[in-house]
């Protein structure tokens, strides 16, 4: 199995993983951070999957229908030929969002007379075990689960079982959680798929674009709007756990999760996109959270529905993938100290209130919120911290994360301009002061560069965000050395490593596609125009054929980590926009 083989579907409230042999091989429901139904992603043999194939066992050759999150993959043998269409049901309906959690697929004869197979084999989560399953006329249901499981078809029910047979017109198979299908199959797929198709197409038209890249930008959109949970607002790292970062590295973490970091940058991508009830939705949820924790000691991560229980366990009789153990549950991150996160949360709802389109959001108690995280992140400028990369070794001062410190500070000054003059001061002096600590104690004289901690030496490609976050002027010599010196020293083949030290599990063996795309913003923040579109050229190759990005990249064209990875289509979104020309220089 190969994550560049793999297809992505969903509707915001879950999601499926689909390979291109016509299985889904991974999908939790009835949410992104429940236990897997389907998971041979991280056990081939027992973990699971829902196969509709050829009885040949041909592969098949996937695509998106067109500006959509609908999956086509078409099979060609001897036989003939077919095609499986995927899809999670998402339009609006009766005014609101119509998000069902059920799975559809729709297989459809295209020449002679393919011989299939389907083979829908659930599992009951993490114990792997086999669910009873009750067949009826035209449906299948299986127990035991927390809610009804069923998989309603017009194929034989007799032949769910892999049994091949000869598909002779169009089939329809819908898994389905909680409320059970009852209508009229072939009518209601045919009209689920059409609005689906609809609303994906009606959305990419809303958003904005830029004149190059437009393919990408557009596959990266969607497949960001798929990590979104709508029900609380809350948006995930990546829907799969466990995919490690490089073989034999042990690095498996569940990205399930809504870390308060990558909600930033997605919101940060989707502005750039011209959509913003994403930020509306996590503004909500943030204070459903923050409310929680009234000194505002928050956590890096939560879980979607904002709980806290996230002890990591490992599961020791999951092979995980390409039997690339350990398979993890929970993430141990969330008991970190990461001081960046403040800064970061203020940067996520600060334009909120620098945009009149947003006037009726702009309350007291919002502006009360983003005061007090303003201070928090002042609070603890300086002070040792995991870091942005969650380091499992001692902590130290580090510098991204005073970083965002000063940015939380200088845009809450902004902020106030407009909305409190009287508590600019405040901030004006605060942002001066954590300025002066990082370039009197971050500035390395050896390397000729910022360093990632306080006194070190050693380098990190987060402090490429110097550049967009405008910590300098554009011309300070101070910081294009440090992009020239991260580009230099952390980079191999033309793609970026996040550092090279030793993080409490050994060094990193692979780059981490974000951060290359980080280095596209820096140069274009610089100027370099030239050399940013020759790095975004090269970095958008880390795409799968579908157009999905992975965590991580190896040179050597391999791809790893969770997949996909919010974090590196964010990073494809900015980067697109920086290295683009603008419109008015193209029309």
Request: with cysteine; charged share 25%.
């Amino acid at each position: 199995m190969r994550l560049e083989d793999l297809g992505l579907v969903g509707n915001c409230q879950f999601a499926a993983l689909v390979h291109r042999d016509g299985s889904v091989v991974w999908c939790c429901l009835p949410r992104f951070d429940a236990e897997p139904v389907f998971a041979a992603l991280l056990d081939e043999r027992e973990g699971g999957r829902f196969r509709v194939a050829p009885a040949s066992g041909a592969q098949g050759v996937s695509r998106y229908l067109t500006n959509t999150n609908v999956l086509e993959t078409t099979f060609e043998d001897a036989d003939g030929a077919f095609r499986v269409v995927d899809f999670a049901p998402r339009f609006e309906l009766y005014d609101r969002s119509f998000r069902p959690t059920q799975l559809f697929r729709v297989v459809e004869p295209l020449r002679g007379h393919p011989r299939i197979r389907v083979e829908c084999d659930p599992r009951m989560g993490w114990s792997k075990r086999v669910p009873p399953a009750l067949q009826g006329s035209n449906h299948v249901r299986f127990e035991g689960f927390p809610a009804p499981l069923r998989l309603t078809t017009d194929v034989p029910v007799s032949y769910l079982g892999g049994q091949p047979f000869a598909l002779t017109g169009r089939r329809h198979l819908v898994l389905a959680w909680g409320a059970p299908i009852e209508e009229p199959l072939a009518p209601l797929c045919d009209r689920f798929l059409a609005e689906t198709v609809r609303h994906w197409q009606l959305w990419v038209k809303r958003c904005t674009v830029p004149p190059h890249y437009q393919p990408e930008v557009i596959r990266s959109a969607l497949a960001l709007k798929l990590h979104c949970f709508e029900d609380t607002g809350a948006i995930v790292a990546a829907t799969t756990t466990s995919i490690p970062e490089a073989p034999g590295s042990g690095r498996t973490w569940d990205y399930r999760y809504c870390w308060l970091r990558d909600a930033y940058y997605t919101l940060g991508a989707f502005a750039l996109l011209g959509q913003f009830e994403e930020r509306e939705r996590f503004i909500q949820w943030l204070f459903d959270v923050a409310g929680g924790s009234p000194e505002l000691d928050l956590a890096p991560l939560y879980r979607i529905d904002g709980k806290s229980d996230l002890a990591e366990r490992v599961l020791a009789d999951w092979p995980g993938y390409r039997g690339e153990g350990p398979v993890r549950v929970g993430n141990g991150a969330a008991e970190h100290r990461q001081n960046d996160i403040f800064g970061e949360t203020v940067l996520a709802l600060a334009p909120v209130f620098l945009d009149e389109r947003f006037r009726d959001e702009q309350s007291a108690h919002t502006l009360a919120l983003l005061t007090r995280l303003a201070r928090k992140a002042v609070s603890v400028a300086g002070t040792p911290d995991a870091g942005i990369w969650e380091h499992r070794t001692d902590w130290r001062p580090q510098t991204f994360s005073s970083l965002m410190s000063w940015a939380a500070a200088d845009r809450m000054a902004v902020v106030l301009e407009r909305h409190r003059p009287d508590g600019v001061a405040e901030f004006r002096g605060a942002a001066t002061a954590i300025r002066a600590q990082v370039l009197e104690q971050a500035w390395s004289a050896g390397r000729g560069a910022f360093a990632a901690t306080y006194g070190g030496e050693d380098l990190d490609a987060s402090l490429l965000q110097m550049v967009p976050l405008r910590f300098l002027p554009r011309g300070d010599p101070r910081l294009g050395a440090t992009v020239d010196a991260i580009a230099r020293d952390l980079g191999r083949d033309g793609w970026l490593w996040r550092y090279r030290v030793d993080d409490g599990l050994g060094r990193p063996e692979v780059a981490f596609v974000l951060c290359t795309f980080w280095l596209v913003e820096a140069l274009a923040g610089l100027g370099r125009l030239d050399e940013a579109r020759a790095v975004f050229d090269r970095a958008r190759g880390a795409a799968s054929p579908l157009g999905l990005l992975s965590e991580d990249y190896a040179p050597s064209g391999e791809r790893w980590g969770n997949f996909p990875q919010a974090y590196s289509h964010v990073g494809l979104i900015h980067g697109a926009f920086e290295a683009s020309p603008r419109w008015a220089e193209v029309s």
